[in-house]
Antibody
Framework: QVQLLQSGADMKKPGASVRVSCKASGYTFMDYHIHWVRQAPGQGLEWMGWINPNSGDTNYAQKFQGRVTMTRATSISTAYMELRRLRSGDTAIYYC????????????WGQGTLVTVSS | SFKLTQPPSVSVSPGQTASITCSEDKLGARYVSWYQQKPGQSPVLVLYQDRKRPSGISERFSGSNSGNTATLTISGTQAMDEADYFCQAWDSNTGVFGGGTKLTVL
């Protein structure tokens, strides 16, 4: 069965960076884009961008341009999302999600990773 | 700018039909996806391409999209349907979510 297993919760100070991992299993990793979506406490969903695991191509939401980098390690079917220059407003649950198809939706989601930014 | 507008809350009695809307200018020209999220859980895709149900999603979930409004309809609403619902569409290569609607089954 398809699974996306994310790394555990993390706490960072303002100005630091965080990297969240997302290990895929149960399907061919290279065949589906991985998206990253975040959700601040009590708030809605916010799309951050995607990575094509096959080519490594990425597309980031304009809001995160310059602060986010999405990468992948194909040998271990894992996608990564790094967010830099963290601030308190980045406190959120970060989800990875598989693309059903180009702009069709996200059919499988990771369990989420809580990132807390606090001094 | 492209923004999807949802009502913050919708209430429905058990067994009745719930409708949740998602609006933006000319939204009918784009595909819309819908997600259900229960407290403490990851979102679940319930509809894609406006009206298609992924495997395992109840037939009680249906959708439409025309003009400026996409609608998620839940027929025979059950207590288990109580959740937050988010619509999603794409503006060029940017994914956009609606603000979410809390569905309460009274």
């Amino acid at each position: 069965q398809v699974q996306l297993l994310q790394s555990g919760a993390d706490m960072k100070k303002p100005g630091a960076s965080v990297r969240v991992s997302c290990k895929a299993s149960g399907y061919t990793f290279m065949d589906y884009h991985i998206h990253w979506v975040r959700q601040a406490p009590g708030q809605g969903l916010e799309w951050m961008g995607w990575i094509n695991p096959n080519s490594g191509d990425t597309n980031y939401a304009q809001k995160f341009q310059g602060r986010v980098t999405m990468t992948r390690a194909t040998s271990i079917s894992t996608a990564y999302m790094e967010l830099r220059r963290l601030r308190s407003g980045d406190t959120a649950i970060y989800y990875c999600a598989r693309d059903l198809g180009i702009q069709l939706g996200h059919d499988y989601w990771g369990q989420g990773t809580l990132v807390t930014v606090s001094s | 700018s492209f923004k999807l507008t949802q009502p913050p809350s919708v209430s429905v009695s058990p067994g009745q039909t719930a409708s949740i809307t998602c609006s933006e200018d000319k939204l009918g020209a784009r595909y819309v996806s819908w997600y259900q999220q229960k407290p403490g859980q990851s979102p679940v895709l319930v509809l894609y391409q406006d009206r298609k149900r992924p495997s395992g999603i109840s037939e009680r979930f249906s959708g439409s999209n025309s003009g400026n409004t996409a609608t998620l309809t839940i027929s025979g609403t059950q207590a288990m349907d109580e959740a937050d619902y988010f619509c999603q569409a794409w503006d060029s290569n940017t994914g956009v979510f609606g603000g979410g609607t809390k569905l309460t089954v009274l």
